[in-house]
């Protein structure tokens, strides 16, 4: 694996040649119904999400971000604090001052790369209303019951950030089936995507009913006046279309990234530099990303330029720490170490559906051998 020629990328959307035909017919006849918005597709996508997650309801939206500020506005956090992940992506605080709400970040599990209970705990104040709890690379908290039971205790407004784990699971119950809401993307670099788009999951027919509202301009089911403050952000039918066709491939995709985190586990097991992340009994990532975690005298930057340049590999940090971007730096407390520790060291490898377990051993015998070249 030292030609480069073809590079191996990160992550890759996978859309076997057959699916691409029939989706390709579908938006044919989408287009030549001249019906691109809320129509029978969107139902479909819909339906299906509400079933692989077990809820009541499933409102499709133009995107992730927007599925968490509309659960953010009905939750009435205008003026009031929200718990949220420091090792998660921006648009976890954004949707929150999109809402009008105060961030608050909270330290990271270094175990299961969620919500810290202590940092939860110290973070609470009368005026907190919500959390956000994000499943970070598709791996859902072996915690769980323990983050579930805070929110309880304290009436607080759960909203489960499914955005890495489409199929994940934990106890035999699905990622999007948890708290009050659920929110779920379809970026391109997505193991579901529709291009880009984004699911709200619930079993609370208000608040379903209060998303496609918002969805639409703020409208009235009933009346079509205007009572909201909304937005045009419907999922068109196209992308509907894409999704939905997407999810027939799901459990094919998840099955097979399961088995090549299990290639991986095998390949970098007792190798110098590194660890890995515990998989407790009873929790199945979707594996959205495959992360290592570096040691102390690993130079992450220095690795990923040889794993690109050298070896034809794409990889990448998780995340960088939230309060380390710019324009939230005034979040920063003093309290996120834990995040800042855990993310610096993270480094993410291809995991997509295309790859085969003879790339994955060559990335892991890539990998190794630049670790070598450092702990050496």
Partial sequence: MTDNSSPIPLSKPYFPKELRRTIAADIDAILASGRLMNGP????????????????????????????????????VS?????????????????????????????????TLALDLDSLESKLTS???????????????????AILEFADRHDLFLIEDAAHAHGAEIDGLPAGSFGNASAFSFYPTKILTSGTGGMLTTDDPELARFAREMRVFGKDEGTGEIVHYGNDWFLDEIRACVGAHHMSVLGEQVTHRRALAEAYAAGLANQPGLRLLPIPTGCAPSWYQYPIFLMDDIDR??????????????????????????????????????????LHRSLCLPMHANLSPAEIDGICRALVSELRRQVG
Avoid at 81 to 107: H, I, M, N, Q, W
Avoid at 128 to 138: D, K, M, N, Q
């Fill in 127 to 145: 005026d907190t209303r919500a959390i956000i709890w994000v499943h970070l690379v598709g791996m859902i908290a072996s915690d769980y019951r």
């Fill in 301 to 342: 930057a220095a690795l990923i330029t040889a794993l690109k340049d050298k070896h034809g590999i794409e990889a990448k940090g998780i995340y960088k720490p939230t309060h380390e971007e710019q324009i939230f730096k005034e979040l920063d407390d003093g309290t996120l170490k834990v995040t800042e520790d855990v």
């Fill in 79 to 111: 003026n009031k604090e929200v718990l949220v992940p420091a090792g998660s992506f921006v648009t976890d605080v954004s949707a929150v001052k999109f809402a009008g709400g105060r961030p608050v970040l909270v330290d990271m599990n270094p175990q």
């Fill in 41 to 76: 597709w969107a139902k479909r996508f819909e339906d299906a999400f509400a079933a692989l997650t077990k809820r009541e309801h499933a409102v499709s939206v133009n995107t992730c971000t927007t599925a968490l500020q509309i659960a953010l506005s009905y939750a009435g």
